[in-house]
């Protein structure tokens, strides 16, 4: 395509590099902004510089925070025994959405993948293990809940977390199969996810 602007060209470049953006829709959103105040993209791009900069994630689970601890680590209120191990902040957000689960949570930051090249020590695992073994003041983690989607890769990181698990001597479940969750947590209704995490079965 020829655009009439070598910086507009740019925009539509970098535009188009996100996820499920093409450059129809990219040059679509440039033309949009370019009509807009110049305020507005000013503030577009601070946003996006500062959540770049400034987020960090969770010294205990993992999940995207903006302190330290997450919201959901640092609120009194949830079930410290229990862990939740999901894939990414994404899965977090899904299961949140039943609230049928006050726990707390461990993201995983991706799936044991040997076509991908990811193996378990690409993930937070060790972690996990320390906040299982940690005793001291913390209050004790009595179950690991493994939400992983029905996958093989999924399959094949439920059974390598288990395996390590099962030295700690803590109850390992997994959310209940049969679950129409198409791949993934996130595109699960919210009904079907809370009742899966309700009614858990124990890994075996
Ligand atoms: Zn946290």
Do not use: W
């Not at 105040?37 to 946003?47: G, I, M, V, W």
């Not at 999940?63 to 899965?91: E, K």
């Not at 299982?132 to 094949?156: C, F, Y």
Request: with cysteine.
């Amino acid at each position: 395509m020829n655009y009439p602007s070598r910086l507009i060209e740019d925009a539509v470049g970098e535009i188009s590099r996100l996820p499920g953006i093409g450059k129809k829709t990219a040059l679509r959103l440039a033309l949009h902004l370019l009509k807009r105040e110049e305020q507005q993209s000013r503030s577009l791009a601070e946003a996006i510089v500062n959540m770049r900069i400034k987020t960090s994630y969770c010294i205990k689970c993992h999940n995207i925070a903006d302190n330290q601890l997450c919201n959901i680590c640092s609120n009194p209120n949830r079930d410290a025994s229990i862990i939740c191990v999901v894939v990414d902040t994404r899965d977090v957000l899904a299961i949140e959405a039943t609230s049928q689960y006050k726990g707390l949570y461990h993201i995983l930051g991706g799936i044991i993948s040997p076509l991908e090249g990811i193996g378990p020590s690409d993930l937070q695992i060790e972690s996990l293990i320390d906040r299982v073994e940690k005793k001291g003041d913390q209050p004790e983690v009595q179950e690991v809940i493994l939400a992983l989607s029905p996958t093989m890769e999924g399959d094949t990181t439920a059974f390598y977390l288990q395996k390590k698990l099962k030295t700690t001597g803590v109850k390992v479940s997994t959310i209940a199969r049969g679950v129409p969750i198409g791949g993934d947590l996130e595109y699960a209704d919210e009904i079907t996810l809370g009742r899966s995490i309700v009614s858990r079965v124990a890994y075996d």
